[in-house]
Each structure stands twice: as structure tokens, then as C-alpha cells.
């Protein structure tokens, strides 16, 4: 045990944190405006192909980091239209976004790259660069908006409005709050920050974008958010628990104590854990947390 309870094991921890983070942050703005936010895995995968693509054409990270940033905020303009202008149903809104961002990159990488499966390497040096130990700017960042999120959701005009709307739209509205456009910020905030996250993920925790690698990253961020009771400091220990899980898989694949009868443990049971601990999540807290009153329920102003 003492092999794997390491430093390497510690940044490897934050790194695999570092998405869902993010993520995670992204649904907190939209959730506590009222808006459920299904579609974190198609914001993440929308960040991680564009940031991906335009770092090996330009071979400048940031760049593709900021060309991430948009096409989360399209995707997640498409989805606030929908949901919002619409009142489409917002969880069957946000699994067409998902379904959309499975099929979509790999359309166009097909016909960039003659390739479907995934896009071509980038090179080290193009990467989002690390500090020491494994530690990426980008995880230091994702720390930072914790803190952020925690300061604007609770210390701000715009978070107290934007909490309001999520618990009493109407009586939001009767206070002088456009409910409607507060929602549209917190759903365009939403793909801003998930798009981040799968930017990260593409050029900085691995090197090139595979075809649905967000791997379920989006929905165990959301069961990040119900374990944390949609609160920004316990959002960072629940993905921080998800993250250090996932890490504790990699690093007992191989070990030569992970056996049964001689034998060593299929991968795929070890690469199932952080999915089984995501349904434990959802099948045990959901009912203990007390989600924003008005989520998920669209609103009408009264003329």
C-alpha cells in the first residue's frame, strides 16, 4: 500500500480532480439559477475537441484553451435556448447536447483528419506546461475559482439574485430580477467553466481528443454536486474524493497484490470503481439533499 499512498498518487489525484472541478462549478451556477444541467458531458466534450484541434494547428495551448471556451459557450447557448426560449424539457435538452458532442466531433475530425476515432497527437511542448510534481496551472486555476465561485455565489448582488431565482423565481421577479436572462448567464458561466475542464483534459491531462473521452466525467461531476448539496467548497471535496478514486484505480492496475486466487484483477472491475461509487452517490444522498426549490421548472413572467 505504501507503493501507491505516494506523491505521485497525490498529483496524480488533483489531475484527474482537476475536470471535474471545473465541471462540477459549471453546474453549480446553472443548478442554483433552477436550470438542471444534463449536458456538462457534451460541454466538456465540445472544450476538449476544439481546444485539441486548435492546439496542433496553432501549437499554442492557450489558444486552444480560449477556442475551447467558445465552443462551450455555443454549445451552451444552444442548450439555454433550448431549455429557456423553448422550455424544452431540461434533462431530455441536455442528453441531446450530450448525444450531439459523441457524434459530432468525430464527424468533423473525419473530415479534418480522415480519422474518427481521434484527432493527432499533439507534442509535449504544446501542452498546458505543469509546474512541478505533475501539477498543471490548470489545476491551480480550478483551486482558485472554488474560491471565486464560493465569493461571487455568497458575496455578491449577482449570486444573491441568482440564488433567488433558483429558490423563488417569482418572487425574484417581483424584486425587479430578469429570471430569464439571470438563468441564460449562469447556463453560458456553466459551458464556460466545463469547457475549461475538458480543454484540460485534452491538452493537458492527455495529449490528443479520442472520441468520447469525458469517459462519464460530467455525470460524476453532477454527483459530485448533489454529494456537495450544490455548495462550492464541498464541490471541491466531492471531486477531489472522485478524482483521488479514480487516481487509486490507475495506480493498482499492475500491483502485484491486486490479485484473486494468483490471478490479476480483470481491468475493467478496477476501472469500474469510480462509476459504482457515482450510483452509490446518487442512489444514497440524492434524497438527502435539498436541491434549489425551482429546479428544473422553467418560468413564465406574468404580463
Same mark, same amino acid.
Do not use: H
Given at each position: ?19 471535474? $472541478?471545473? *465541471? ?8 442554483? /439559477? ?9 460541454? =466538456? ?39 429557456? +426560449?423553448?422550455? &424544452? ?7 441531446? $447536447? ?13 473530415? $479534418? ?8 497527437? %499533439? ?40 440564488? &433567488?431565482?433558483? +429558490?423563488?423565481?417569482? &418572487? ?7 429570471? !430569464? ?6 447556463? %453560458? ?12 483534459? *485534452?491538452?493537458? #491531462?492527455? /495529449? ?6 469525458? *469517459? ?9 454536486? $448533489?454529494? *456537495? !448539496?450544490? !455548495? ?17 484505480? @490507475? #495506480?493498482? #492496475?499492475?500491483?502485484?497484490?491486486? !490479485?484473486?486466487?494468483? +490471478?490479476? @484483477? ?13 450510483? @452509490?452517490?446518487?442512489?444514497?444522498? @440524492? ?6 426549490? &425551482? =429546479?428544473?421548472?422553467?418560468?413564465r413572467k406574468e404580463k
Amino acid at each position: 500500500m505504501q507503493d501507491i499512498l505516494n506523491w505521485g498518487f497525490f498529483f496524480s489525484g488533483l489531475t484527474a480532480a482537476t475536470p471535474l $472541478i471545473f *465541471a462540477a462549478l459549471g453546474g453549480l451556477f446553472s443548478e442554483r /439559477s433552477g436550470v438542471i444541467n444534463i449536458a456538462l458531458e457534451g460541454l =466538456l466534450l465540445s472544450g476538449a475537441f476544439t481546444a485539441a484541434v486548435v492546439t496542433y494547428q496553432t501549437g499554442n495551448p492557450y489558444l486552444g484553451l480560449l477556442c475551447g471556451i467558445g465552443a462551450g459557450i455555443v454549445t451552451a447557448a444552444v442548450y439555454a435556448i433550448a431549455v429557456l +426560449e423553448f422550455e &424544452a424539457d431540461q434533462v431530455v435538452a441536455g442528453m441531446a $447536447i450530450n448525444f450531439l458532442m459523441l457524434g459530432l466531433p468525430a464527424l468533423i475530425s473525419g473530415v $479534418i483528419y480522415d480519422s474518427t476515432g481521434s484527432t493527432p497527437q %499533439i507534442d509535449k511542448a504544446q501542452k498546458i506546461p505543469v509546474i512541478f510534481g505533475g501539477l498543471s496551472y490548470a489545476t491551480i486555476l480550478a483551486l482558485f475559482t472554488v474560491a471565486v465561485a464560493w465569493y461571487a455565489l455568497y458575496k455578491t448582488p449577482f449570486g444573491l439574485r441568482l440564488r &433567488a431565482a433558483g +429558490e423563488n423565481p417569482e &418572487a425574484a421577479d417581483a424584486a425587479g430580477i430578469n429570471v !430569464k436572462l439571470l438563468r441564460y448567464s449562469a447556463v %453560458i458561466i456553466s459551458g464556460v467553466l466545463a469547457a475549461i475542464g475538458g480543454a484540460f483534459l *485534452a491538452t493537458g #491531462q492527455s /495529449s490528443l481528443f479520442t472520441r468520447g473521452m469525458s *469517459a462519464g466525467r460530467g455525470f460524476i461531476a453532477l454527483a459530485a454536486l $448533489i454529494l *456537495a !448539496k450544490w !455548495k462550492p467548497v464541498p464541490v471541491l471535496f466531492a471531486c477531489l474524493f472522485f478524482g483521488f478514486t479514480e487516481a487509486l484505480t @490507475i #495506480q493498482i #492496475q499492475g500491483a502485484p497484490w491486486a !490479485k484473486i486466487n494468483g +490471478e490479476p @484483477i480483470p481491468i475493467q472491475f478496477i476501472e469500474m470503481i469510480p462509476y459504482v461509487l457515482t450510483i @452509490i452517490v446518487l442512489a444514497g444522498f @440524492i434524497g438527502l439533499s435539498r436541491a434549489p426549490k &425551482a =429546479l428544473g421548472q422553467p418560468y413564465r413572467k406574468e404580463k
